[in-house]
């Protein structure tokens, strides 16, 4: 099992070049099963969950040629409408298979998801919504077994604001008889992206962008061009680690326009932060001060930035605290950070963070994908050496992120077990 070993205490200059968006990839790529006709993308990130999506779509039958971060898909020879449970289990962004294979070819069979270390991650919503839109469905031995002759318009409204349930919604409605109203939507920046995909490729969409999507079914889909937004999460990753090590770093192929209240928050640390059409600076010249949040939906603070810019609150000046309302359990990273020597008391949902001067480093061990991006910024800022250990799961959502740091001068390397 890889590790990655981290001596902090160096300031960061340089360049970043951000990879595409996991969050916007996964649902682009399960698009593809909605035509036979071939959908070519670039800016795809290289990760292990591109790579298991991958492997469960060409189990499908979808055709994938990759080729860096370009891909082209054909989903014209279709011939399995099942993802299994041992591929589904190590991701759950898996669900996304099933609206477009109900649309198209009016079955599915695909594995309950299970719970994950952040909370139990229902897909209730999901199931609910293809309901509505007349499709039977039901749980047997741990499957989503769903069946529709034709899945027909209706008005939806999700009990609260899911993100692949938005997503898998949207892709069935594409294909779906009349019209699909999609109330409390999701508005995160990765379902827009996938939205405009799907009206590349014929589909018929008003409200990109809104709580309220309004979807008119066309009979089929055809091919497309697509490029893959930037990935938010990684580029307000690498701003608190800069913020958190000091330095003056350039994130290039960024957006500066999908992450305004990420980037409030780091001015207040004290960051200086400037931007352009796809750059975006920090600098950090001084200890942070600490910053209060609480994570809510797009377009508020994202939950899955809260244990990074915890990761800055534990050596900022001051006290915080950090409030997760999206998911139940997603402070894992507090126990690991206090390892480090870190001052946190959790209250309920709401971390209470008392800024140290300095963290020690200490080995730790990463319990799920955001948890781990915020050790490695914890180990950049602590004195001595920090051995992060079970990286598979950085290496789920992050391209070579050592490659990256190192680029700018942090030292750290991966260790190979
Ligand atoms: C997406 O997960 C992201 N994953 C997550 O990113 C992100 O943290 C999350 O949205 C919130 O922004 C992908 O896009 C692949 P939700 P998703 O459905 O769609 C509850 C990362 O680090 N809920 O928006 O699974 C759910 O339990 C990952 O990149 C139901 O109860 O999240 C949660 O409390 C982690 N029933 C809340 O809603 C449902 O049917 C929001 O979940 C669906 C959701």
């Not at 950090?322 to 209250?347: P, S, Y």
Request: with cysteine; net charge neutral; charged share 20%.
């Amino acid at each position: 099992m890889d590790k990655l070993l981290i001596t902090g205490g160096k300031r960061l200059s340089g360049d970043i070049s951000i990879s595409g968006a996991k969050n916007a990839a996964l649902p682009i790529l399960c698009a593809g099963l909605l035509t036979g006709d071939t959908v070519h993308l670039s800016n795809v990130p290289l990760l292990q969950d591109v790579a298991t999506i991958l492997k469960i779509l060409r189990q499908i039958g979808l055709r994938v040629e990759q080729d860096g971060d370009r891909i082209a898909m054909n989903g014209g020879a279709i011939d399995k409408l099942e993802a299994p449970y041992e591929l589904v289990r190590t991701m759950r962004a898996s669900i996304l298979v099933l609206g477009p294979l109900l649309a198209r070819f009016g079955e599915a069979k695909v594995s309950l998801p299970g719970g994950c270390a952040i909370g139990s991650r229902p897909v209730d919503q999901h199931i609910k919504g293809l309901q509505a839109m007349g499709a039977e469905v039901h749980i047997e031995a741990g499957y989503i077994h769903a069946k529709a002759k034709k899945l027909k318009g209706t008005r939806i409204v999700t009990d609260m604001i899911t993100v692949t349930g938005t997503e898998n919604l949207l892709m069935a409605a594409t294909l779906a008889e009349g019209e699909t109203i999609l109330e409390n939507a999701a508005r995160e920046p990765e379902v827009t992206d996938l939205a405009n995909l799907l009206v590349a490729m014929g589909a018929k969409i008003t409200g990109i962008g809104t709580d309220r999507l309004v979807i008119q079914g066309v009979d089929a889909l055809h091919g497309a061009s697509h490029k893959v937004i930037a990935d938010r999460i990684e580029t307000g990753t690498f701003l608190c680690a800069v913020a958190a090590s000091g330095g003056d770093v350039t994130l290039t192929n960024a957006r500066s326009d999908i992450l305004d209240v990420a980037l409030d928050k780091l001015r207040e640390a004290g960051a200086v932060i400037t931007t352009g059409a796809d750059w975006i600076r920090v600098q950090m010249a001084a200890r942070p001060k600490a910053v209060s949040f609480r994570t809510t939906e797009y377009p508020g603070f994202p939950t899955d930035m809260q244990a990074q810019f915890m990761a800055l609150n534990c050596i900022a000046e001051g006290g915080s605290r950090v409030t997760e309302t999206i998911f139940e359990n997603r402070f894992m990273h507090v126990q690991e950070l206090n390892r480090l020597g870190a001052a946190i008391d959790i209250d309920g949902h709401t971390a209470i963070v008392q800024g140290v001067e300095r963290l020690v480093g200490a080995p730790v061990m990463a319990t799920d994908l955001r948890a781990s991006a915020s050790l490695v910024i914890a180990g950049l800022a602590a004195q001595g050496e920090t051995l992060v250990d079970r990286i598979y799961h950085l290496d789920r959502g992050y391209d070579r992120m050592e490659v990256k740091l190192s680029g700018v001068g942090a030292d750290i390397r991966r260790v190979k077990q």
